[in-house]
C-alpha cells in the first residue's frame, strides 16, 4: 500500500507539473501575441467573445489532466522551476512566431476581412493551443508512452471539434468556411513537431552535466 501511494504521488506530481508547464506556456503566449499584434498593427486580432471562448474550451481538457497517464518517476521528485519556467519559455515564443506569421501572412496576402480574419486566428489559437498539451504531458517527444487517458485524448478533440465547427458556421464569430479551417488545421498541426523539438532541446541543455 506504502508503494502504490508513494507511486500515486509521483505521477500527481507529474500531472501537476505538465499543468503548470501548459498553463504558464498558454498564458504567455496568448498575451504576447495580442500585444505584439496591437503594437505591430494595431488592430485587435481577436475579439472579447473569442477570448470567452478560448478560455472555456481550454478549461473543459485542462481538467481531465487529473486522470492522464504519465511516467512514474524511479527518484524521490520536487519542484524544477527551471524547467517548469524555460520550457513553458520557449513554447510560448514559438506560439507566439507561428501566430504573428499567420497573422501577418493573412492580412497581407489575402483578400479576407477583417472578421474572417480574427475567426482563424481565433482557430489558431484554440487547435494549437489543444495540441500543444500533448507536448507538454511528457518530458520529451509527445508520440512517447505513456499513451494519453482516453478521457483527456476524446475531451480535447471534442473541443477542437467544437471550437471548428464554431469558426466554420459562424457561431458568435464571423464564418470562414471549410477550407479555411482545414487550412488552419494543417499549419497548427505542422508547428506542433517544432514546438515539440524547441521543448525538448531546452529540456536536453537543461540536463547537461555541470562542469
Request: proline share 5%.
Amino acid at each position: 500500500v506504502i508503494i502504490r501511494a508513494v507511486e500515486e504521488a509521483r505521477r500527481i506530481f507529474e500531472r501537476m507539473t505538465g499543468y503548470a508547464i501548459f498553463r504558464i506556456a498558454e498564458t504567455m503566449r496568448v498575451l504576447l501575441f495580442v500585444t505584439a499584434s496591437i503594437l505591430a498593427f494595431q488592430i485587435y486580432p481577436v475579439t472579447p467573445i473569442m477570448i470567452v471562448l478560448l478560455a472555456i474550451l481550454n478549461d473543459i481538457p485542462i481538467m481531465t489532466i487529473a486522470r492522464d497517464n504519465v511516467p512514474t518517476a524511479n527518484e524521490p521528485v520536487r519542484w524544477d522551476m527551471k524547467r517548469v519556467l524555460s520550457q513553458a519559455s520557449v513554447l510560448s515564443i514559438t506560439g507566439v512566431i507561428s501566430t504573428f506569421l499567420l497573422l501577418w501572412y493573412l492580412r497581407q496576402h489575402t483578400g479576407l476581412s477583417a472578421g474572417a480574419v480574427q475567426t482563424m486566428i481565433f482557430l489558431k489559437l484554440l487547435v494549437a493551443g489543444h495540441t500543444t498539451l500533448f507536448a507538454t504531458r511528457t518530458k520529451y517527444w509527445f508520440w512517447q508512452k505513456p499513451w494519453p487517458d482516453w478521457v483527456l485524448f476524446v475531451t480535447l478533440e471534442g473541443t477542437q471539434v467544437i471550437g471548428t465547427l464554431v469558426a466554420v458556421y459562424g457561431i458568435l464569430v464571423p464564418s470562414i468556411g471549410w477550407p479555411h479551417a482545414l487550412a488552419i488545421w494543417a499549419y497548427a498541426l505542422v508547428w506542433l513537431p517544432i514546438n515539440n523539438t524547441a521543448k525538448v532541446l531546452v529540456a536536453k541543455w537543461l540536463e547537461r552535466p555541470e562542469k
